[in-house]
T-cell receptor, first 117, second 106 residues
Framework: DTGVSQDPRHKITKRGQNVTFRCDPI?????LYWYRQTLGQGPEFLTY????????KSRLLSDRFSAERPKGSFSTLEIQRTEQGDSAMYLC???????????????FGEGSRLTVL | QKEVEQNSGPLSVPEGAIASLNCTYS??????FFWYRQYSGKSPELIMS????GDKEDGRFTAQLNKASQYVSLLIRDSQPSDSATYLC??????FGAGTILRVKS
C-alpha cells in the first residue's frame, strides 16, 4: 500500500460543469476526510466518513458539493455547476480510529487541483 | 474571530536556533490539538499531537498546550534548513489555522 491516492491530480473545467474527484485511502483506515485548500490558507474541512457513514459535513459547504463512500473504501467528491470560487486544491486524508480513539494522524493524498475557468 | 489563529510569518531563524511557533484557538471545549508541517507544493504531514496541558517532547520538537489561555505552541530546537516549511496548527482535525511560514537560514 503506497498511501492515499487521489485522481485526477489536475482538472481544468469551465464554469457550470460538474467535476468528480476520487480518493483511495490507506486500506485499513476507517476514517476518510475531504478538505479544500487555497493558496496561503490551511486546509478547510469539508466532510468526513467513518467507514461508509458520512458523519459530518461542514455548514459552509454548498449543496453543490456531495461526497460518497459507498463501500467504506474509496470515496468520491462531486461538485456540480462549478464556479470560479471552487478553484482550489482538494485534499483527501485517511486515518485509523481504533475504539473511538482517533490519534489525529491524518495521511494526506497529493491532492486534486481544480481550476474553474 | 477565527477559530484558529496563527501568525502567518515568515518567521526567519538561523540554523541551530530555536524556532517558536504559536497558535490560539477560540473553542474552549477543544480537547485535541495537532501540528502539521507542509512543504511547498506538498500535502501536510503530522509532526505532533497533544491532548493535555503541559509539554510533550519528540526529538527536536516540543509541543506546549495551555487550555486556560487557549494557546498551543511548537518549539523546534536546533533548527535545520530542512525545517523550512509552513506549520499548520489544527484543532479537532477539522479546523486548521492558515499556517506560519518558517525559514531556517544556513
Amino acid at each position: 500500500d503506497t498511501g492515499v491516492s487521489q485522481d485526477p491530480r489536475h482538472k481544468i473545467t469551465k464554469r457550470g460543469q460538474n467535476v468528480t474527484f476520487r480518493c483511495d485511502p490507506i486500506s485499513e483506515h476507517n476514517r476518510l476526510y475531504w478538505y479544500r485548500q487555497t493558496l496561503g490558507q490551511g486546509p478547510e474541512f469539508l466532510t468526513y466518513f467513518q467507514n461508509e457513514a458520512q458523519l459530518e459535513k461542514s455548514r459552509l459547504l454548498s449543496d453543490r458539493f456531495s461526497a460518497e463512500r459507498p463501500k467504506g473504501s474509496f470515496s468520491t467528491l462531486e461538485i456540480q455547476r462549478t464556479e470560479q470560487g471552487d478553484s482550489a486544491m482538494y485534499l483527501c486524508a485517511s486515518s485509523l480510529d481504533e475504539a473511538g480513539v482517533d490519534t489525529g494522524e491524518l495521511f494526506f493524498g497529493e491532492g486534486s487541483r481544480l481550476t474553474v475557468l | 474571530q477565527k477559530e484558529v489563529e496563527q501568525n502567518s510569518g515568515p518567521l526567519s531563524v538561523p540554523e541551530g536556533a530555536i524556532a517558536s511557533l504559536n497558535c490560539t484557538y477560540s473553542d474552549r471545549g477543544s480537547q485535541s490539538f495537532f501540528w502539521y508541517r507542509q512543504y511547498s507544493g506538498k500535502s501536510p504531514e503530522l509532526i505532533m499531537s497533544i491532548y493535555s496541558n503541559g509539554d510533550k517532547e519528540d526529538g527536536r520538537f516540543t509541543a506546549q498546550l495551555n487550555k486556560a489561555s487557549q494557546y498551543v505552541s511548537l518549539l523546534i530546537r536546533d533548527s535545520q534548513p530542512s525545517d523550512s516549511a509552513t506549520y499548520l496548527c489544527a484543532v479537532k482535525l477539522k479546523v486548521f489555522g492558515a499556517g506560519t511560514i518558517l525559514r531556517v537560514k544556513s
